[in-house]
């Protein structure tokens, strides 16, 4: 499945059990020559608590806490409204006709909820990072299930994120590494953005970096909401009110399915 380009292998493990997930195997599904090939693995298994449980890893095969475009693909593969498990906290998905809306929950700012190796003002973070031309600086940092830092640029199309952004994942100051945005305005209620996923990479789109940036741009009041985060790989619709929940809304599709021999990746 796919959202905005951003894409997946679902397994469902809701009724019948899997093999354990690793790394190994996650890796080794993920490579797009000798797997199968995807951004992100979605592994769905039964909950204790919610309908049930959504479980991501990334190409690299750590695995992550969240992930808005599997949100709503997912969304879309269930059918139906559902409130799931993941590791970053309940979310709510709502299928739509060619998408889902889903309920992201609400926001963190604190520095150690980000997390932060230290105490730092995570409105106006007081650091940067040189690139050939300029740097970026003072970004905003905010936890949606996973943890974001936004640079709001000129052209965010300039920046060498390619270069820069596995710079920013692995500086120290993020302990669990971080997803770094790069967004301009694009008007009242628009934004362009570019992500470098941690464990990723560059992807055509990423549902929990739009959802940062539209807060953090509402915060600094670039924006109002609802607002419209264009990615490489197309729109996404953003709202939130400050104290609220953020809710997203954008397109999923199923690509095709199809079987493969746990033993041959394990």
């Not at 593969?77 to 889903?102: D, N, Q, S």
């Not at 709202?239 to 033993?263: C, K, N, Q, V, Y």
Request: aromatic residues 6%; proline residues 8%.
């Amino acid at each position: 499945m796919h959202g905005l380009g951003n894409d997946f292998v679902v397994l469902d493990a809701r009724e019948a059990a899997l093999p354990a997930m690793t790394p190994t195997v996650a890796r080794a599904l993920a490579d797009r020559r000798t797997g199968i090939g995807f951004d992100q693995l979605v592994l769905l298994e039964p909950s204790a608590t919610h309908q049930f449980r959504m479980r991501i890893f990334n190409s690299d095969g750590s695995e992550v806490e969240a992930c808005g475009n599997a949100a709503r693909a997912v969304a879309l593969l269930h059918g139906k409204a559902a409130v799931i498990e993941t590791g970053g906290g309940p979310i709510a998905l709502e299928p739509l006709e060619g998408g889902a809306r889903v309920d992201m929950g609400v926001p963190r700012f604190e520095w150690d909820a980000i997390p932060l190796a230290y105490p730092m003002d995570t409105f106006a973070m007081p650091v940067g990072w040189p690139m050939d031309e300029g740097a970026l600086e003072n970004p905003m940092a905010v936890n949606v299930g996973n943890p974001h830092v936004i640079f709001f640029v000129d052209d965010a199309d300039a920046v060498p994120l390619d270069m820069i952004g596995p710079q920013i994942e692995h500086d120290p100051l993020f302990p669990e590494r971080i997803n770094v945005n790069v967004a301009n305005l694009a008007g009242p209620d628009h934004l362009r953005l570019r992500v470098w996923e941690r464990g990723a990479g560059l992807t055509r789109a990423c549902g929990t970096g739009a959802c940062a940036t539209a807060v953090a741009a509402i915060r600094r009041g670039l924006v109002q909401s609802p607002v419209r985060v264009t990615l490489p790989g197309g729109d996404l619709v953003i709202a939130w009110e400050p104290g609220g929940t953020i809710l997203m809304s954008g397109p999923a599709a199923e690509s095709f399915r199809g079987t493969f021999d746990w033993g041959d990746y394990a």
